[in-house]
C-alpha cells in the first residue's frame, strides 16, 4: 500500500468504532477521512470545534460560503440539524464530555496511554489547539496513525516528546492492526494479515500483548 | 453614546504596548478591514491574544508579518511560518495555551471570575508554574482571567447600540472578548437601525459593544 492507500485504510477501521447517534471530532488530517466511511445505516453527527455539529461534505466551488470551515479552515457544508455556536459552548461540549469519541493523530502513545502530538521541541511548534481539551473530554479517544515514522517507533513504552494528554488514549488504528491500551500496556486485537506478528512487534516500542481473541483486522 | 465610528478612529485608539483581544478562528470571522487599518496606522510592542494567528496574508497574521507583537497568545500558530520564525529565533514570545482554556480566561476576564479550574493541560508543560487545586479529591488547574485594552471584533450585523448577529462559525471568540476588554471595536459586514434586528436574534448584547464600524459586505 502506498501512504495514501495506507491511510483510507485506517480511516475504513477507525469508522467501525463510529455508533449510531455518536457525537464525533475528528482532527486534522489522516482523521478527517473518517467521515467518508461512516457505516451505512449509522447516523453519526461531527462536531467541529471552531463552532458547530452537524459538520457536513466540502461544497461544490460555487457553493462556497467563507463563513463556514471546519477547524482546519477548508470550506465545508453544515447538515439539515445542525447548529452554530461560539468557542466557550464548543469547549464546554468538548470538555464537559458531550463528545462521544474524538479521532486523531499522533507522534508518539505510550503503553499506559500518554499521547505526544502537538510539538517536537526546536524543530516544528504549531501548538496544541484543542487537542488537550478533546483528549481530557471526550468519552472515548482514537488514534489514527501510521504504526511507525520512517522506521522511528511511534508506539512506546514512554512518550520522549511533550505530552499533550496523560493516559488518554483508549484505541489506536495503525496499518498493521488495531491496539488497545489497557492497564496491562498494549493489546493487539486484530491483526492486518499482509503483517506477520513479529513484523508488528518490531514495529512496536513496547510489550505488545497478543489477544486471545486474536481476530483478523476489518475495515468498512 | 454614539457608537457608529470610522476604522480611522477606531484604530487611533490602539497605543503601543496595548493588549489587543482578535476575534476569529483562522481568519474565519476577524476584522479583516479594522487589521488592514491598523498595519496602516502602524502600532509596536502589542501582545495579542486571539485563537491561533492565522496566515502570512489573512487575519492577524497580517500583524505578526508587520512584527507588530511582541507576544503572542493563542491555541495554534502552525498556519503562520512566520509566527514560527519569530518564535525560534526569539523576537517575539509566543505563549501556547489550550484553545477551551483560552476561551474560559477570556470569559473570566469578563464576567468577574477569579479564574477557571480545568483538567486540560494537568502533566503537560502547561501546568508548568500554576497553581493545582483539588475539589472533591479532583486536580485541576488554576487558569486565571485574562484581559485587554482592545478588542477587534467581527459581527454579520450590529445594530446601532452594538447588539450583534453572527453568520456560520464566525462567533467563536468574538461572543466574550468585548466583555474582556476594557475597549471593543466590532467590524460589521452591515450596521442597522436600532429596532430592526430582533432582540431574539441578538448574540452578544450591546453592553460588550463600544464602538461599531460600518465593514461591508465580505
Request: hydrophobic share 40%; net charge negative; charged share 15%.
Given at each position: 500500500m502506498d501512504k495514501k492507500q495506507i491511510q483510507e485504510f485506517i480511516a475504513r477501521r477507525v469508522a467501525l468504532e463510529l455508533q449510531d447517534g455518536d457525537l464525533v471530532n475528528l482532527g486534522i488530517g489522516?482523521?478527517?477521512?473518517?467521515a467518508n466511511f461512516v457505516p451505512e445505516g449509522r447516523t453519526v453527527l461531527f462536531q467541529s470545534e471552531n463552532g458547530f455539529i452537524g459538520l457536513g461534505p466540502a461544497p461544490e466551488e460555487d457553493e462556497i460560503d467563507p463563513c463556514i470551515s471546519n477547524a482546519g479552515a477548508m470550506p465545508v457544508t453544515i447538515v439539515p440539524g445542525g447548529s452554530f455556536f461560539d468557542s466557550a459552548m464548543s469547549f464546554g461540549i468538548i470538555r464537559g464530555g458531550h463528545v462521544d469519541t474524538t479521532v486523531l493523530g499522533a507522534l508518539q502513545v505510550a503503553e499506559n496511554g500518554d499521547i505526544a502530538n502537538y510539538m517536537i521541541p526546536?524543530?516544528?511548534?504549531?501548538?496544541?489547539g484543542g487537542a488537550m481539551d478533546l483528549l481530557n473530554g471526550a468519552k472515548k479517544t482514537i488514534v489514527a496513525m501510521e504504526h511507525t515514522a520512517k522506521g522511528n517507533?511511534?508506539?512506546?513504552?514512554?512518550?520522549?516528546?511533550?505530552?499533550?494528554?496523560?493516559?488518554?488514549?483508549?484505541l489506536i488504528v495503525t496499518e498493521m492492526g488495531v491496539i488497545e491500551v489497557t492497564a496491562k500496556g498494549f493489546v493487539?486485537?486484530?491483526?492486518?494479515?499482509?503483517?506477520?506478528l513479529e513484523q508488528i512487534r518490531e514495529a512496536t516500542g513496547a510489550d505488545l500483548i497478543i489477544s486471545m481473541g486474536l481476530q483478523k483486522m476489518a475495515v468498512v | 453614546m454614539e457608537k457608529l465610528t470610522n476604522l480611522e478612529e477606531a484604530v487611533h485608539l490602539v497605543r503601543d504596548g496595548d493588549t489587543i483581544m482578535v476575534g476569529g478562528f483562522l481568519a474565519v470571522g476577524t476584522p479583516e478591514r479594522l487589521i488592514d487599518a491598523l498595519i496602516e496606522k502602524g502600532a509596536k510592542d502589542l501582545t495579542l491574544i486571539c485563537n491561533d494567528t492565522g496566515f502570512i496574508d489573512r487575519g492577524v497574521g497580517k500583524m505578526v508579518v508587520a512584527k507588530m507583537f511582541k507576544k503572542i497568545y493563542a491555541s495554534?500558530?502552525?498556519?503562520?511560518k512566520e509566527t514560527g520564525r519569530q518564535m525560534m529565533e526569539g523576537e517575539t514570545e509566543v505563549v501556547l495555551v489550550p484553545q477551551g482554556t483560552l476561551i474560559e480566561q477570556i470569559r473570566a476576564g469578563g464576567f468577574g471570575l477569579g479564574g477557571v479550574l480545568t483538567k486540560?493541560?494537568?502533566?503537560?508543560?502547561?501546568?508548568?508554574g500554576k497553581q493545582i487545586v483539588e475539589v472533591d479529591g479532583e486536580r485541576y488547574l488554576l487558569e486565571k482571567p485574562m484581559r485587554a485594552d482592545i478588542a477587534l471584533l467581527f459581527a454579520e450585523k450590529a445594530d446601532l447600540a452594538g447588539n450583534l448577529t453572527f453568520h456560520g462559525a464566525t462567533r467563536n471568540f468574538n461572543t466574550y472578548m468585548g466583555a474582556a476588554a476594557d475597549i471593543s471595536i466590532v467590524e460589521a459586514g452591515e450596521v442597522v437601525q436600532i429596532?430592526?434586528?430582533c432582540p431574539d436574534e441578538v448574540?452578544?448584547?450591546?453592553?460588550?459593544?463600544?464602538y461599531i464600524i460600518d465593514g461591508g459586505a465580505l
Open positions: 489522516l482523521p478527517t477521512l473518517v526546536g524543530k516544528m511548534v504549531p501548538g496544541m517507533h511511534k508506539l512506546l513504552k514512554e512518550c520522549t516528546l511533550p505530552l499533550t494528554a496523560v493516559s488518554a488514549v483508549d493487539l486485537i486484530e491483526q492486518n494479515p499482509e503483517y506477520s | 495554534h500558530v502552525g498556519t503562520n486540560t493541560g494537568l502533566g503537560t508543560l502547561v501546568e508548568e429596532g430592526a434586528l448574540v452578544v448584547p450591546g453592553v460588550f459593544v463600544d
